[in-house]
């Protein structure tokens, strides 16, 4: 549209707020993604007819995507619920907003279901009714049923790659996926979840080249999704080393998606992997201008930094984020714990973080060996030592580990305490696991020693 007739529909709105300008415009300023026009134009068709219910909708989508005001997008959503009790897109559209920004699941459900009543061809009601079954009330059996009520009336190819996936990822029917991912893509050979999903079955198979094959069709589509990226890039570096491509591919996906700081992460890594330090750290420092909030990537950020040698404390500053985001993100507290015991010699700071380990999980066992040295090698306090010692897990611990375990703590006991009764039982036990000179010796010691029980 030139300027001039632009400027024409424009005089035709602010005079006498002419209704086929006004649709002119929005369908002018909607190809060109301006949000900013297309407010104020669906605003003044609502006062012209505030019952207008595409406006309405349209609005309400607006302030979802392009303004993240979900209070107003929710507003505007009841309000053209009121006026339009029937329009099954409304419902779905509020079901979503319900869904992914208010986390209200039960209501989501109530009006993808309503949707789908109103217009039973409705494919994306289904699919979004079947994956809040899956992922947040985690029923797999009401998300299949979902899919196959759809299926009985629509013949689409999003709703039979979608049954494919349930059905190879959490059903283990890898035959049945494999023939409805195979006819979704019959349906749409430009289907790239189908594809991908395809190519996901070739790798659980083991057919890594057959994998390659279905995500490379997948690129060709020309539509990048997040999973091909994830899963192809995956299979290129961990199973067929093909840094090369693996690069290629993620050059695509920062062009793609350039707000996505994850992938700029995993550029600057595989770069650092291949040698290439010039492009390691010209991706890092891309990634470095986003605020980030992804814990993925800060620990990704952190880790890459310790490998250039970049300054040690504001190394730290990435671990310490993963914190604040994360308060029991093991990883993060115990390499800041690891780096203030070894490279700052902060050996209070180091201990508190390693106990908040010991606290959200028994499982991490080399760290109460870590706080029971710092007790006894630092701090002289011995009981704590052993303390820490006897709270491992050891059922988590192999017959080896065990009598280490139990020779540590009859060294203390030996060494520090002088409770040589309470050395040779914990001896004994390490013995019985594990037969070993040295112990053996000790035990022998300390009974020629006469130190017996008695003592």
């Known amino acids: 549209m030139d300027e ?13 707020a002419d209704f086929q300008a006004i649709e002119q415009l929005i369908e002018y300023y909607d190809g060109l993604n301006d949000f900013e026009q297309l407010t104020k134009l669906y605003k003044l068709v609502l006062e012209i007819t505030p019952d207008d219910p595409k ?62 009543k109103l217009d039973n061809l409705y494919v994306d009601a289904y699919l979004n009714l079947s994956w809040l079954y899956l992922e947040h009330k985690s ?7 979902v899919v196959h009520e759809a299926i009985n009336v629509v013949e689409d190819s999003d709703l039979y790659a979608h049954l494919g996936y349930l059905e190879y990822s959490k059903m283990n029917q890898f035959k049945n996926a494999s023939e409805h991912l195979d006819y979704a893509i019959k349906l749409n050979s430009e289907n790239d979840l189908a594809l991908t999903y395809m190519g996901q079955l070739h790798v659980l198979d083991k057919d890594f080249y057959g994998a390659v094959e279905y995500f490379e069709k ?21 199973e067929l080393k093909s840094y090369d491509r693996a690069i290629d591919l993620l050059i ?74 994360n308060p029991n993100n093991i990883n993060a507290l115990s390499i800041i714990g690891f780096y203030n015991l ?63 375990l139990y020779y540590i703590i009859g060294e203390i006991y030996r060494k520090n305490l002088l409770l040589n009764n309470l050395a040779l039982n914990y001896y004994e036990k390490s013995y019985e696991l594990q037969p070993n000179e040295k112990v053996a010796k000790i035990i022998n010691t300390l009974y020629e020693n006469s130190l017996t029980p008695i003592n």
């Open 218 to 238: 997948a690129l060709d589509t020309n539509k990048l999704n997040e999973l091909l990226i994830n899963e192809f890039s995956r299979l290129l570096i961990i």
């Open 139 to 145: 029923d797999v059996s009401l998300a299949y049923e």
């Open 342 to 404: 070894l490279s700052n010699n902060q050996v209070d700071t180091a201990l508190e973080y390693f106990e908040r380990i010991a606290n959200i999980s028994s499982d991490y066992f080399y760290i109460y060996f870590v706080i029971a040295e710092i007790y006894a090698n630092y701090y002289q306090d011995y009981e704590s030592a052993i303390e820490y010692l006897n709270k491992v897990n050891k059922d988590a611990l192999t017959t080896n580990d065990i009598a280490y």
């Open 4 to 16: 001039t007739r632009l400027k024409e529909l424009q005089q035709q709105v602010n005079e006498y």
């Open 252 to 325: 695509e996906a920062v062009e793609y998606y350039p707000n996505n700081i994850t992938y700029y992460v995993y550029l600057a890594n595989l770069y650092f992997v291949v040698g290439n330090i010039e492009n390691a750290r010209k991706y890092l420092n891309k990634a470095e201008e986003y605020e980030i909030k992804s814990q993925e990537a800060l620990l990704m950020i952190g880790y890459l930094k310790v490998m250039l040698g970049d300054n040690q404390e504001e190394t730290m500053m990435y671990f310490e984020k993963v914190v604040e985001i």
């Open 55 to 116: 406006a309405l909708n349209n609005l309400a989508v607006i302030y979802t995507d392009y303004y993240k005001d979900y209070n107003s997008a929710k507003a505007i959503y009841e309000i053209a619920l009121d006026i339009v009790p029937k329009e099954a897109l409304v419902h779905y559209n509020y079901g979503a907003l319900l869904e992914f920004n208010f986390n209200e699941y039960e209501k989501a459900e109530y009006h993808y279901k309503k949707a789908i």
